[in-house]
């Protein structure tokens, strides 16, 4: 009795394409003692195992053109020297995938004086977030706002009540300040339709 085994076809995340990717299998070629195990002690006496990636050169076995490959393998090296460049690179050396958004310096900004890479920390589970959603309402908040047509005209015909207003006996100080930072946010910092 055979048994099948149910195929799912699922987004790819980016470590099942790096392995694949990084899998000489790929390029056709059979590989054996890529790595090596190792036992540690730890500070506590106990032994843990260690699984160690060799570099090519000590590998046990590496048939090149052994099957039928996706890809030939002066591509496959060509894209693992290409992969080696976008992995996060050391503090000194520069490097790193190209990274999206519009931040045009986003991880190729450096230290002038230490030369490590300079980055965003943001303190707390999504306060950075949080910040920057306040921050946005509140300058929204502070955008002047278009004048529609009958509210231009409205504040046009106000314009001979505002000198009586301003005038009057019963005007404060208090009052006029008020309507200068009234003029100053509506009149001056308004656009018109």
């Known amino acids: 009795m055979s048994t099948h085994a149910e195929i799912?076809?699922?987004?790819?995340?980016y470590h099942a394409i790096h392995q694949v990717l990084s899998n000489p299998v790929y390029a056709g070629a059979y590989v054996y003692g890529k790595t090596r195990t190792e036992m540690a002690l730890e500070p506590s006496g106990a032994r843990r195992k260690r699984i160690k990636?060799?570099?090519?050169?000590?590998?046990?076995?590496?048939?090149?053109?052994?099957?039928?490959?996706?890809i030939d393998w002066q591509t496959y090296e060509a894209n693992q020297q290409r992969i080696a460049k976008n992995t996060r690179p050391g503090p000194h050396k520069a490097g790193g995938a190209v990274r999206e958004g519009s931040a045009l310096l986003q991880g190729?900004?450096?230290?002038?004086?230490?030369?490590r890479r300079l980055r965003t920390h943001y303190r707390g589970?999504?306060?950075?977030?949080?910040?920057?959603?306040?921050?946005?309402?509140?300058?929204?908040?502070?955008r002047?706002?278009?004048?529609?047509?009958?509210?231009?005209s409205s504040l046009a015909a106000l314009g001979p009540d505002l000198a009586t207003v301003w005038h009057a006996a019963t005007t404060t100080p208090r009052d006029r300040k008020e309507?200068?930072?009234?003029?100053?946010?509506?009149?001056r910092t308004s656009r018109c339709a």
Do not use: F
């Not at 589970?125 to 502070?142: F, I, M, P, V, Y």
């Not at 309507?179 to 100053?184: A, V």
């Open 8 to 13: 799912r076809w699922v987004e790819a995340s």
């Open 53 to 70: 990636h060799l570099p090519r050169d000590q590998w046990l076995v590496l048939l090149q053109e052994h099957h039928r490959g996706y």
């Open 108 to 115: 190729l900004a450096s230290c002038g004086h230490c030369g």
């Open 125 to 142: 589970r999504n306060s950075a977030q949080e910040t920057a959603k306040a921050e946005l309402a509140r300058r929204e908040n502070e």
């Open 144 to 152: 002047p706002r278009v004048l529609s047509r009958q509210e231009r």
């Open 179 to 187: 309507l200068l930072g009234t003029w100053n946010r509506h009149g």
